[in-house]
């Protein structure tokens, strides 16, 4: 979008009206040439693999932060999962328990980072 002088504002209308549509999923200003494969490649129904229904456009995101099937990492021992299954198993992954140097004890992995403040 930019300004038009006023001198060439009719003709800009003309033409405007002639060759660009507003798309009426995204309401973008496209070609008139180009609408179809607009609407084709970027409204287009497809299935994520957690079988949600989502325009194409909107595929990467929802793969990146919405999918409950995306990899999430456990903070405790770095494994890959799905974000699905990430809570359960990071709950059991806490609870294991690691032998402290400092004061012999057995500490869950989920406290360890807290456990030198305590330790001793």
Do not use: W
Not at 16 to 30: A, D, F, K, L
Not at 87 to 106: F, I, M, Q, S
Request: proline residues 4%; aromatic residues 4%.
């Amino acid at each position: 979008k930019k300004d038009i002088p006023a001198v060439n504002f009719i003709i800009h209308e003309i033409h405007c009206s002639r060759n660009i549509e507003v798309c009426c999923y995204c309401s973008e200003s496209i070609p008139k040439s180009e609408m179809k494969n607009h609407i084709e490649s970027e409204h287009v129904q497809v299935t994520c693999k957690c079988r949600m229904k989502i325009e194409n456009s909107l595929l990467k995101d929802h793969e990146a932060s919405a999918c409950p099937l995306r990899p999430a990492l456990c903070q405790y021992c770095d494994i890959q999962l799905t974000f699905k299954e990430l809570l359960d198993h990071e709950v059991y992954c806490g609870a294991r328990t690691e032998l402290c140097g400092g004061c012999g004890r057995n500490i869950m992995v989920k406290d360890l980072q807290e456990h030198p403040r305590v330790c001793g």
